[in-house]
């Protein structure tokens, strides 16, 4: 039995989450594989009735490292708990948060720093401008450091296309079709969208990467 | 596209990704057909031919714990229970593996080993203009 999707009883999810679980652990080559037939696009649906509004890239990241960290470390889930779809969906969004909490700081540091910008041009022939003497100093520092992030963001685009890819991963964009479109990709389906989108978000992380571990 | 057939491409496509994640971990059988393919210099509907699979059953088959060649029988038990789940010719699957292990072996030696190997290939002479 391979469902896709448990429309039986809780109690027909659970029998099958131990069987799967203890042939697992029993070594049996085909259970990882059954397991990601039977679970990930449940643990995915989960996810996207709960998070109808984030990136389908993100959900599916959850949902594979959730199936992924079980089947590292399958002693982790403990049969007589919760069942092993629930064990899943609680896993693959504890990532998510994670992923989210992450985005959101970054998003938040860039929101930062715009701020201090602003309120830095702002008090520019003001009477009370001395007052600002430190924060201004604190903001030149800012600017040298967006000024390298810049530079870097130069270095490692090879042409005006990822040029652009890169402002937009820079702040925080997390939309596919907002890269689709760049890309000109946006009469492909949607998944093969994400997939492209994807590919091209980890290349520029990586060659950002580089270029900042050769400044640190 | 139906619901029905919208939901099977979700699935498919998740089953892709996760299979092609899978190539980076060794437990998975899909580390060691990704090797085979840089080996033969086969793409997946080439590996598929090769197994006598259709491309989509590559997934899952790329998700099964890859066979365990500690003692010769639970290889052949794991080749079994591999080959009759997906239809495929157990001599086929355990000569892919055998070429594998032999790949990483070979990776694995000491660089003394390797270059005794190098040294010890046949000369190919450039063919003549």
């Known amino acids: 039995m391979q469902p896709t999707e448990f429309n039986q009883s809780d109690k027909g999810e659970r029998e099958l989450g131990i069987e799967l679980h203890q042939r697992l652990l029993a070594a049996d080559p085909l259970a990882s594989s059954d397991i990601a037939d039977a679970y990930l696009t449940p643990v995915m649906n989960a996810l996207k009735l709960k998070y109808p509004f984030t990136d389908p890239t993100l959900l599916s990241d959850s949902a594979t490292e959730a199936y992924f960290n079980y089947v590292d470390r399958p002693s982790s889930f403990d049969p007589a708990g919760r069942s092993l779809l629930g064990y899943l969906k609680m896993s693959a969004e504890g990532d998510l948060k994670n992923a989210l909490a992450k985005l959101k700081l970054e998003a938040a540091r860039l929101v930062s720093l715009d701020t201090v910008v602003e309120l830095s041009d702002s008090y520019r022939n003001n009477p009370i401008e001395e007052e600002f003497i430190g924060r201004q100093a604190a903001t030149e520092k800012i600017l040298a450091w967006r000024a390298q992030q810049a530079a870097d963001m130069e270095l490692a685009a090879d042409t005006p296309l990822d040029q652009q890819l890169l402002e937009l991963l820079l702040v925080g964009e997390r939309r596919t079709q907002a890269y689709a479109r760049l890309l000109q990709i946006e009469d492909l389906s949607p998944a093969e969208q994400r997939q492209i989108v994807k590919r091209h978000k980890d290349r520029l992380r990586v060659r950002l990467k580089r270029r900042q571990a050769q400044h640190s | ?129």
């Open chain 2, 1 to 129: 596209m139906s619901h029905q057939e919208d939901s099977d491409k979700s699935k498919a496509d998740l089953l892709n990704l996760t299979r092609r994640k899978a190539a980076n971990r060794p437990f998975f059988l899909a580390a060691a057909l990704e090797i085979f393919c840089q080996l033969e210099q086969l793409d997946q509907a080439g590996l598929a031919a090769y197994l006598k699979l259709e491309p989509g059953q590559l997934d899952l088959l790329g998700l099964c714990r890859r066979p365990d060649s500690t003692t010769p029988a639970a290889f052949q038990r794991d080749i079994r229970l591999i080959c009759e789940r997906f239809g495929i010719a157990p001599l086929q699957l355990a000569r892919l593996l055998r070429r594998v292990a032999a790949y990483e072996a070979l990776q694995a030696a000491p660089p003394t080993l390797n270059n005794f190997l190098m040294a010890a290939r046949d000369y190919e002479e450039e063919p003549d203009e």
